[in-house]
Each structure stands twice: as C-alpha cells, then as structure tokens.
C-alpha cells in the first residue's frame, strides 16, 4: 500500500473522491481486487466494456455483488443509455435492490430532465448519488442545465464518445474548451468534477502529467480505467503539506485583517482567494484525518 491516504469507511462524497476506477459488469472475479486498490470510488460498469451479449449476465454479477459487499459506500453502478432498453433494465433492477450503490452513473446525459425521471424513481429507500456523464456535443452544450439538476453529485467528462462523435484529437489542448466548461458547469452548481480516463493504459507518467493539468483548470478528480493510474491520480489531486501550511497561514492573515483585502508575503488576499483556500483545507480534511488515525 502506498502512503497515500484512502477515503474508505465512510461514503466518499464526490467532491472528496479524486479517483474513479472502472471496472468492467462482465468480470465480476475483478471486483474485490479493484477494491483493494487505493481508488476513492469503484464503478462496476454495465455500459461500454460489456459486450452486448453479456449485459444481463453481467447486470446479474454486478446486484449479487452489492448483496454481498461490505463497502457499497464506494461503489458506484454505470447503467446503460437510459434511452436504450439495456439502461431501462439497468435502473429498474437498481431500483427494486434494496442493495444499492453509494453512486450511481448516468452516461451520455443531454438533458437535466434524465437526471430529474432517475431521481424521482430512486425516491424509495436510499437514493444514491447521481453521476452525469457528459460524453456529446448536446451533452456539453446542456452542461450548466444538468448540473443544477437536484440529486446529481458530479459531472464527469468522457472524452473518448465526444473524440468519436466529433472526430476532434484526445490530445490536452483539444478537448480544453470542453474541459473548461465542464468544470465552470459543476463550478456553477457546487458541484463536483471529475476528469475523462487517461487513455494510454502503460503510461503512468502520462496519467499522473494530465490529472495534474486536471487539478489546475478546477477538476476535483479523475477517473480511471487501469489500476496503474490511480496512485499518480491520487497524488495529484491530495493537496501538499506546503499547500495546506500555505491556505492555513492565508486564512489566518485573512481573518486578523477582520476580512478585509491584505497582503501575506508577496501575495494580495482578498475574499476569492480565501474563499479558495477554505476550499482546498475543507476537500483535504478527509485526507488529514486519514493520515493521523
């Protein structure tokens, strides 16, 4: 295990989560294995890595695992399109389990009222968390609208269906503008972002470089869909001891300034700034903790 520390016990509440694992529905023998990693969220996934054949063995797997697993706080369930016949049969099956994920994700979300039917119908019992996976050129366009949405708790960004319906690069500054506004759509809602999976699956240098240019732009996390990467993504989005040393020092001057506008070194601090730094000590509380327990 690495020093890393891991949101476990407890549910991770996505603002918290800086890494998602998939898995795929179909190989339920990898299921406890990727729990074992050091992943904040495992998402059992019933959509794009299950073969079409394979989906009702695999919705299957996926509920008999949730009956039996002890750490459903970090489980997330990815259904099928909602529009299609397989996500239909994928929620509903949900929906009757009394065995339900912490997190539930809903791919290629294009509107808020897909994210509105899902949680009416989780209205009995727990509801999980709602994930909108925003993978479309309408997707994107309707982002600010289904981040507001009620009962969604993340955005996340899929390159690859957005790269292959536009025929645009996977490349950083490519998919920029789409990331960007991704993030200013769940910035908007309070809400949590979460980066597109890195696509090279042996390149762990490569994973760590763009989860870090992730955290600049305002992603809180990064998905994955290779064990590999989840360390690197793990260590890029936990603040440094500097970085927390640093937020507490600003917020101290902050608050002797009676909450008025000064200067800390050779830095100005006014309210966005402390606003900031509030932000980055209250996301790595969880993580503080972990590391004095």
């Not at 390159?159 to 993030?183: K, N």
């Not at 402390?274 to 969880?286: I, K, Q």
């Amino acid at each position: 295990m690495s020093d890393t520390p891991r949101i476990h016990a407890e549910a991770a509440q996505l603002p918290d989560a800086r890494s998602l694992l998939f898995v795929p529905g179909s190989t339920p023998e990898r299921f406890t294995k990727a729990l074992d990693t050091d992943a904040d969220v495992v998402c059992l996934d019933l959509e794009d890595s299950v073969a079409p054949e394979a989906k009702e063995p695999a919705r299957r797997a996926v509920l008999r695992y949730l009956a039996d697993c002890s750490e459903r706080a970090r489980l997330c369930v990815r259904i099928n399109r909602l529009g299609s016949a397989e996500g239909l049969e994928d929620a509903a099956a949900l929906i009757r389990s009394v065995a339900r994920p912490a997190f539930v994700m809903v791919p290629k979300v294009e509107s808020a009222r897909e994210i509105e039917l899902l949680t009416q119908a989780f209205s009995s019992g727990a509801c999980p968390h709602l994930i909108g996976l925003i993978e479309s050129p309408r997707g994107v366009e309707a982002a600010f609208e289904i981040a507001e949405t009620d009962g969604l708790s993340s955005l996340l960004f899929g390159s690859f269906d957005y790269a292959a319906e536009t025929g645009c690069s996977q490349d950083w500054s490519a998919l920029l503008p789409v990331r960007s506004r991704i993030v200013a759509a769940a910035g908007s809602a309070a809400k949590a972002a979460l980066d597109t999976p890195f696509s090279s699956l042996d390149d762990v240098a490569g994973a760590a470089a763009e989860a870090k240019l992730a955290r600049q732009i305002g992603f809180s996390g990064k998905a994955a869909i290779h064990p590999k990467h989840v360390l690197a993504i793990n260590a890029a989005f936990t603040p440094t001891e500097a970085e927390l040393s640093e937020a507490q020092s600003i917020l101290a001057a902050f608050t002797a300034a009676g909450g008025r506008a000064c200067r800390v070194g050779a830095r100005f601090i006014d309210v966005p700034v402390a606003r900031r730094m509030e932000r980055l000590l209250t996301r790595a509380g969880p993580r503080r903790q972990s590391r004095s327990a």
